[in-house]
């Protein structure tokens, strides 16, 4: 890698010096120039150079990425036993599937987790607002404080808030006992397991959404709040009447971005709830249970199998997700 | 804009502005309590982790809890040691964050410009092929992925916690929305310069999209620090893991010790805490960035 960065880095700068040299040497080089440029339109020379510079990450992505995706379809089809190996069992893994209680109550999880995560929308749309506001002081240490819980680690988060959640010694639960309110054992009882995680997401991924849509706000013409403001409108109606509707893509973005991450909860279920809960079949998600099957089971068949159909879920959703913001989405 | 609208506004706003001014003081305060009552939430939890980690276990479990620390352990930070290989782990957390970032901003940046600037067949086809693997969660290819790293005989290795990670689709995405904002004639005219593809690459176009390459970087940077699964997956020698691991290893060792457990989550993110402070408003706008463009 190395080796190539360096062989870049000489190949620009020696080439420079060469036509450096040339050029002052009279009108060969203009008509050269335009021959190569008319040769470069052609089929191919463009195509080999398109070729190198693609190479890397289209190998990459093929060997890694996509080669897997057929992979995952084919093991799909596959029962492994315990020492490797595997025969081809047609449609059984699928037909497990379908009667598997502990998949169908982890979808539901994570049904929630999207649903929940959604909530998060709201509160960062009010922050954006509020703090994206043309004036505002000390915006850098508010965005600074607030964007920590998104670049932390989540492994690390859920350290920190499995101790916030202890029911005996957590903070959570003392600052709840201050009002009166006997907070629960957050994390081990099976009533709230899904809640907890929940609020760990939303709490970790306000700060990203706060700053995409505060980006978008920034980015609405000044002269449609004049026009609002001539018109006598307030703060509450601008926002809701020129805000509101011009920043549809960007909390469209926000929303699928969020559903997808939801999807994809992982990291909080395996280090916050952990694999000895009681809670663990109220509040695991898919990708768990996938992880759990396929790499602590080694029923990778079946692990392909549930990793297929959730790719189809993701893909259903997201494409659900474009279909309908035709509706609402307005793009100015 | 200004001009027009300042004849139509001649004694109405001049006899309103006093009790304006302190509606709009009023607000302001408002706005304020409430961002600080959002940043009490937000980054809370790191301050009851960094006045934790220095607490002797008695006095982390009192009960009521006290605030601040009656006298400041260093020794849970030492505990930490102990108990994972944290030095190591450091390392190849940080191999791996640097090896990813190192490689994506190289190959993508090289992929976005073929697809911005190149004129190949079959451009689109290739884009689309490109554009299906952003469709496709990561985690769900983890299984032919090990296997790959098996038959490379990769497993338990330090490269395999970065090989994967070093081509993103989604990195050529958001950079060639960077090389697409440049002006054409900028590519037209060093063409008829006579400068080669690589010329036009590397010199013209790279430093040109300095601030998507920043944007880029820091996110690899980010989200291979912060990787769980996958070194989880591949590796099983403590010696070979990131911290992550390391982290949700130590939960496993010290399961109740809560201030240990507070010392090892605030070391291990304080090395990304530090960048992100530091570079705060690169992040920031490379976050922007991508809901704008990506």
Sequence with gaps: MTEMATRDVAGPAGSRNASRAASPKGGAAPAAGRRRRGRGRGPNTSAWWALFFLAPTGIGLGVFYIWPVIQTFYYSFTSWGPFGGHTFTGLANYRSLLHDPALSSAFLNTLWYCLLGLLGIPVSLVLAQVLGRRGRKGVSVYRTLMFLPVITMPAAVAIVWRWLYNGDYGLVDELLSKVGIKGPYWISDPHTALIAVAIVGIWSTVGYNMVVLMAGIQGIPRTYYEAAELDGAGPVRQFLSVTLPLLTPSIFFVMVYSVIGSLQTFDLIYVLIGPTNAALPQSQSVIYLFYQDSFINNNRGYGAAMAFVLMLVVIAVTGLQFRLQKRWVHYG | ?294
């Design chain 2, 1 to 294: 804009m200004a001009d027009s609208t300042l004849p139509a506004r001649p004694a109405g706003p001049a006899r309103r502005d006093q009790p304006r001014r302190i509606r709009q003081r009023l607000g302001s305060i408002g706005a304020h309590g409430f961002l600080v009552v959002a940043s009490i939430l937000l980054a809370g939890p790191f301050l009851w982790e960094l006045l934790t980690s220095f607490k002797s276990l008695t006095e982390s479990v009192q009960v009521p809890p006290t605030w601040l620390p009656s006298s400041w352990h260093l020794s849970n930070y030492t505990a930490v040691f102990d108990a994972i290989p944290f030095r190591t782990e450091l390392s190849n957390s940080v191999i791996n964050a640097v090896a990813r970032t190192v490689a994506q901003l190289l190959f993508c940046s090289m992929s976005a410009f073929a697809f911005a600037w190149l004129k190949f067949p079959g451009r689109n086809v290739v884009f689309a092929l490109f554009l299906s693997v952003l469709l496709v969660p990561s985690q769900l290819l983890v299984i032919p992925q090990y296997q790959i790293m098996q038959d490379l005989h990769l497993l338990n290795t330090i490269p395999a916690l970065f090989l994967p990670g070093m081509f993103s689709a989604f990195g050529t995405f958001l950079l060639r929305q960077f090389f697409l904002a440049l002006p054409p004639e900028l590519h037209e005219a060093a063409r008829l310069d006579g400068a080669g593809p690589i010329r036009i690459y590397w010199s013209i176009m790279l430093p040109l999209a300095k601030p998507g390459l920043v944007a880029l970087g820091l996110l690899t940077m980010i989200w291979s620090w912060n990787d769980l699964l996958w070194p989880l997956i591949v590796n099983n020698d403590p010696g070979k893991m990131t911290l992550s691991v390391g982290i949700a290893n130590l939960q496993g060792v010290y399961l109740t010790n809560y201030p240990v457990l507070m010392a090892g989550a605030l070391m291990a993110t304080l090395p990304l805490i530090i960048v992100f402070v530091v570079m705060q408003r690169r992040v920031v706008e490379g976050i922007a960035l991508t809901g704008t463009k990506g």
